[in-house]
């Protein structure tokens, strides 16, 4: 809280004020405010803050008014108001948003005592808390007593995104869907708070999505490697590793050496780090494990010796947080290519060159369209991925720049034969296939 102004201080403030000719607050101390308008009108309000509110009252004018009677009149506006607080609060017996929400997110850490957070649910619980603390202003409001104007004005009062307010609204629902089950209130009235057509559902709304930005893959060189030239090494080792693997940057921003064997030319991805919750391998092709081989020895020369493939900045103990690769793409690329689309991109590539629909969704960790299928095929396609892989990754690296080609050892001669022949007799059979029909 401010400190309270002298009568004498408040005079100097007023006339600077009036000299200016523009609309000025000045802030009296103990929720008292002045504001002068361009006009020379010079009114006093007093600031009402409650668990349910936030507003302004008018008081009254200088000189008319003097700042102590003012100030007592503000007095008595603030006393009333909190014992009609206490008196709303009193009326509920339910326990408040911040005791509750407390105890229920609790229950998401996996292991309480475990510094290890890179386990899905333990992200679950630090992103769920984070929402909870955009929301502190709730912490005192009874359960029953939370209803979207008292939300709206609790987020008004914050410096957060629109987006992050939206996640704040879900982690909210959450918590409160969780207290309706507990038989602790009878309904969530902010169930349909993103959904209405309300004026406070259209602040919060999510905008329609437009979908990640992509290229073809022929023009991958131009406009996405080419751009990022030069980003560091652990970044280019990063864009190179997504684009021939086409996996999530979630999923990649996570991988750990002890999940790459190359004696079996595979990458085993557990459960927790894929969005579809189940174990996934990736087919290791030659350029993925010369790109990763010399990463490694890389990073042992300048020892950097992590358990994560991509480090962060701030700690080897921690894996690469993604605004860091992912904002050098929005930048250089000025948003004409995702990290994501580029998945997008694999996946139009493989259907030009005539790779079956379920081998290609299976490349990229897709579940099968029917929900039946995917209960009775428990088949993952290891196999004919191993072929389609080998084929993107080479169509990749005739689209790396030198910059990032020295990446890789460059490979046999007759490997990218042999690569270059099998990519063209799969083209062929496809300009056959649409001959005949």
């Known amino acids: 809280m401010k400190k309270i102004i002298t009568h004498k201080e408040f005079i100097k403030q007023i006339e600077t004020a009036l000299s200016k000719n523009k609309k000025t607050s000045i802030n009296c101390g103990g929720n008292l405010f002045n504001e002068v308008s361009s006009k020379g009108l010079c009114t006093f309000y007093v600031r009402i803050r409650t668990s349910s509110l936030d507003t302004k009252k008018l008081l009254g004018r200088f000189p008319d008014l003097s700042l102590k009677e003012a100030r007592d009149k503000a007095n008595i506006e603030l006393t009333r108001a909190k014992d009609e607080n206490e008196r709303q609060l009193q009326k509920s017996s339910k326990p408040t948003f911040g005791s509750y929400s ?29 929402s909870l603390k955009i ?7 009874p359960l029953d007593l939370i209803n979207p104007k008292i939300v709206d004005s609790v987020l008004s009062k914050t410096d957060k995104t629109t987006g992050a307010k939206r996640i704040a609204i879900k982690a909210l629902n959450q918590c409160l869907r969780s207290a309706v089950v507990d038989g602790i209130i009878d309904k969530n009235p902010c169930e349909n708070m993103l959904n209405s057509q309300g004026l406070i559902a259209q602040r ?5 999505l437009k979908g990640y930005a992509w ?31 086409s996996l999530r940057v979630g999923s990649a921003s996570e991988l750990r050496w002890t999940w790459i064997d190359f004696d079996n030319k595979v990458i085993h991805i557990p ?38 493939v991509f480090y962060a900045k701030s700690s080897l103990q921690k894996p690469i947080r993604l605004i860091q690769v992912q904002d050098p793409v929005t930048n250089n690329t000025q948003k004409e290519v995702t990290l994501h ?20 969704e299976y490349a990229l960790s897709h579940e099968a369209k029917s929900s039946l299928v995917a209960v009775y095929n428990k088949y993952d396609y290891f196999k004919e991925r191993i072929t389609v892989m080998r084929l ?32 063209e007799d799969q083209l062929s059979k496809v300009a056959l296939f649409k001959s005949e029909h």
């Open 341 to 360: 689309g580029l998945r997008k991109t694999a996946r139009t590539w493989m259907a030009k060159i005539g790779v079956p629909e379920m081998i290609a």
């Open 102 to 130: 407390s105890m229920w997110l609790s229950f998401f850490k996996v292991d309480p005592n475990s510094n290890d957070n890179s386990h899905k649910n333990n992200k679950r619980h630090d992103n769920l808390r984070a």
């Open 135 to 141: 929301l502190k202003g709730l912490d005192s409001t």
């Open 215 to 245: 290229v073809e893959a022929e023009l991958l060189k131009d406009k996405f490697f080419s751009k990022l030239t030069n980003e560091p090494y652990i970044h280019k080792v990063f864009y190179t590793f997504v684009a021939m693997t």
């Open 271 to 308: 459960a927790e780090y894929m969005k579809m919750n189940r174990e996934f391998d990736v087919p290791l092709s030659d350029f993925v494990a010369s790109l990763l081989k010399r990463w490694e020895i890389q990073c042992i020369r300048e020892e950097n010796i992590s358990p994560f």
């Open 392 to 423: 993107w990754n080479y169509f990749i690296y005739t689209q790396l720049p030198d910059e990032f080609k020295n990446l890789i050892d460059p490979p046999a001669q007759d490997f990218l034969n042999k690569c270059k022949s099998d990519l």
């Open 204 to 208: 919060y709304r999510k905008p329609k």
